[in-house]
């Protein structure tokens, strides 16, 4: 995941890395979904991500925070999109 080694790095917040991992985790929508179940690697990186951003946020400052935070909500709700469609 370079997006997290990004926000946990000095750089903060890359957009384009966001953009990156949240289409990924669209691409896996239909696999998902037909399998009726998360792989437990997958779960794995959706249940540590969000937990590791938020953590991460908080080492910058407050703009880029907030920032970093909104990242990971919109993350965490790609992700809800993914399996609970």
Same mark, same amino acid.
């Given at each position: 995941?370079?997006? =997290?080694?990004?926000?946990? @790095?000095?750089?903060?917040? =890359?957009?384009?890395?966001?953009? &990156?991992?949240? /289409?990924?985790?669209? =691409? *896996?929508?239909?696999? +998902?979904?037909?399998?009726? @179940?998360?792989? *437990? =690697?997958?779960?794995?990186?959706? +249940?540590?991500?969000?937990?590791? +951003?938020?953590?991460? /946020?908080?080492?910058?400052?407050?703009?880029?925070? &907030?920032? +970093?935070? *909104?990242? /990971?909500?919109?993350? /965490?709700?790609?992700?809800?999109?993914?399996?609970?469609?």
């Amino acid at each position: 995941m370079d997006f =997290n080694e990004t926000v946990r @790095s000095n750089e903060g917040l =890359n957009e384009t890395k966001l953009e &990156n991992v949240c /289409a990924l985790l669209e =691409n *896996l929508k239909i696999e +998902i979904q037909e399998r009726k @179940s998360v792989p *437990l =690697n997958i779960a794995d990186v959706f +249940i540590d991500l969000y937990s590791s +951003i938020e953590a991460s /946020a908080y080492r910058h400052e407050e703009e880029m925070k &907030n920032k +970093i935070l *909104l990242a /990971a909500d919109k993350l /965490a709700d790609t992700a809800r999109s993914v399996v609970c469609e």
